[in-house]
């Protein structure tokens, strides 16, 4: 029985999306406490951006290690070991007795989170043929879009009726469920289902190109940079904000509660999942990734001087339309890996799309421990001027990012056409 034409694939396609959604939502989930956070343990506003930081740095440390070593044992094993790892590092959390305990907690979420994606896509491109896989893509993004919208208001809800350690214990369980059942779906059904292609994969092995040879083209390419920026801007702005300061900035300069303040989270949501496939259209029958995108990242750089000339005391309506305007921008940076597919060869463009998305998740590991750096340095009776002048922050990075759109070298329409046949 072929993988790839068996009803079995939508089993596997239905798992590994659901450990994914989990944990998506697990990403910007602590931001929700926060404020909570700093008052249980007696922490600093630079204790959290720490703790946030060193989540994400995790995550941007380990993709080409987790991508080096999928490529060689399979992928199936790395999703499990990720799913079981963000399921442990969250149930640590909800009983984590100080802060040092904490931030290990993150480390180990983090640690599991650099798993999940690049194995997701192996796996589905095992179980798929080419025309499929790339329409549950577009699937796979939306559901990411819905995992972190339900770590707002829905989250939010249930920490204000249960305190927070239970809904992260409660979720750290499931995980570590979910993580059996990829074990059953993914290793123990298939080897009854498809011995023979088993024994095809064992016999079939070739040896890839040198990874030294291709990161030493990686990183002396203008074009690799210039997507590494991209992200580095549009998307490590968005995350890094809105998982660490984005609740605790509507409840200390609106005085929202933590549900309500968690709707400024979820207005950058909606803006994200309706930017991702608008701008993608609107690009397509331009014909041109850079103009639309260098219009993108032109308005985000805006956006968040809006942010910071709005004054202590801003306007609430100005703000949700700001956030969602970032939020729309932040769904737009698909057109970061469309920009790659056209640059590179194939055997290239997996190496390129993991140094491009360590830009944006490095921005998300700085800026929120910078941001709470710049808070520090305000008294708890004056943080809402602290968060006016911390939004120069998240200006200087986004125009690294408005910089590395404009090092685009867009190709010609026939370099375009050679590429995508490569």
């Given at each position: 029985?072929?993988?790839?034409?068996?009803?079995?694939?939508?089993?596997?396609?239905?798992?590994?999306?659901?450990?994914?959604?989990?944990?998506?939502?697990?990403?910007?989930?602590?931001?929700?406490?926060?404020?909570?956070?700093?008052k249980d343990?007696?922490?600093?506003?630079?204790?959290?951006?720490?703790?946030?930081?060193?989540?994400?740095?995790?995550?941007?440390?380990?993709?080409?290690?987790?991508?080096?070593?999928?490529?060689?044992?399979?992928?199936?094993?790395?999703?499990?070991?990720?799913?079981?790892?963000?399921?442990?590092?969250?149930?640590?959390?909800?009983?984590?007795?100080?802060?040092?305990?904490?931030?290990?907690?993150?480390?180990?979420?983090?640690?599991?989170?650099?798993?999940?994606?690049?194995?997701?896509?192996?796996?589905?491109?095992?179980?798929f043929k080419g025309n499929e896989f790339v329409k549950l893509l577009g699937l796979i993004g939306l559901v990411g879009s819905v995992g972190s919208l339900s770590a707002t208001v829905p989250l939010s809800m249930w920490i204000s009726f249960s305190g927070w350690r239970v809904p992260f214990l409660s979720i750290g369980l499931v995980l570590m469920a979910v993580s059996y059942l990829l074990y059953v779906v993914l290793v123990v059904k298939p080897k009854r289902l498809f011995v023979d292609d088993a024994k095809a994969n064992k016999s079939s092995v070739k040896t890839p190109e040198s990874v030294w040879a291709i990161l030493r083209r990686v990183m002396t390419t203008r074009q690799a940079w210039a997507t590494f920026l991209c992200h580095f801007g549009v998307v490590g702005t968005y995350?890094?904000?809105?998982?660490?300061?984005?609740?605790?900035?509507?409840?200390?300069?609106?005085?929202?509660?933590?549900?309500?303040?968690?709707?400024?989270?979820?207005?950058?949501?909606?803006?994200?999942?309706?930017g991702g496939p608008l701008i993608s259209w609107i690009s397509s029958r331009l014909n041109s990734i850079k103009k639309i995108y260098s219009l993108i990242h032109l308005i985000v750089v805006l956006s968040w001087t809006g942010l910071l000339l709005s004054g202590i005391k801003p306007s609430f309506m100005l703000v949700v339309i700001l956030l969602f305007i970032i939020g729309f921008g932040n769904g737009a940076s698909a057109l970061t890996f469309a920009v790659v597919r056209q640059s590179f060869s194939l055997k290239e463009v997996g190496v390129v799309s993991g140094f491009a998305n360590m830009g944006g998740f490095l921005s998300a590991v700085l800026l929120p421990s910078i941001?709470?750096?710049?808070?520090?340095?305000?008294?708890?009776?004056?943080?809402?001027?602290?968060?006016?002048?911390?939004?120069?922050?998240?200006?200087?990075?986004?125009?690294?990012?408005?910089?590395?759109?404009?090092?685009?070298?867009?190709?010609?329409?026939?370099?375009?056409?050679?590429l995508n046949a490569s």
């Open positions: 029985m072929n993988k790839q034409e068996s009803s079995y694939r939508w089993v596997v396609f239905g798992t590994a999306l659901l450990a994914y959604y989990l944990i998506v939502s697990q990403r910007t989930a602590p931001g929700l406490i926060t404020e909570q956070l700093m343990f007696h922490v600093s506003a630079s204790v959290i951006g720490l703790m946030t930081s060193i989540q994400f740095l995790a995550y941007a440390g380990l993709q080409i290690p987790v991508g080096l070593l999928s490529d060689r044992y399979g992928p199936n094993r790395f999703l499990i070991i990720g799913s079981l790892l963000t399921g442990i590092g969250s149930l640590i959390y909800s009983t984590s007795p100080n802060e040092y305990i904490l931030i290990f907690s993150r480390l180990l979420v983090g640690t599991g989170d650099s798993m999940i994606f690049v194995n997701l896509v192996l796996i589905l491109s095992q179980w995350i890094g904000f809105i998982g660490s300061w984005g609740v605790p900035y509507g409840m200390n300069v609106f005085h929202l509660s933590r549900a309500d303040a968690s709707q400024l989270i979820m207005y950058g949501l909606f803006g994200a999942m309706i941001f709470g750096n710049v808070l520090d340095l305000f008294p708890e009776r004056s943080l809402h001027v602290g968060y006016h002048y911390a939004f120069m922050i998240p200006i200087l990075f986004s125009m690294m990012g408005l910089l590395g759109v404009l090092l685009i070298k867009e190709k010609e329409k026939k370099e375009q056409k050679v």
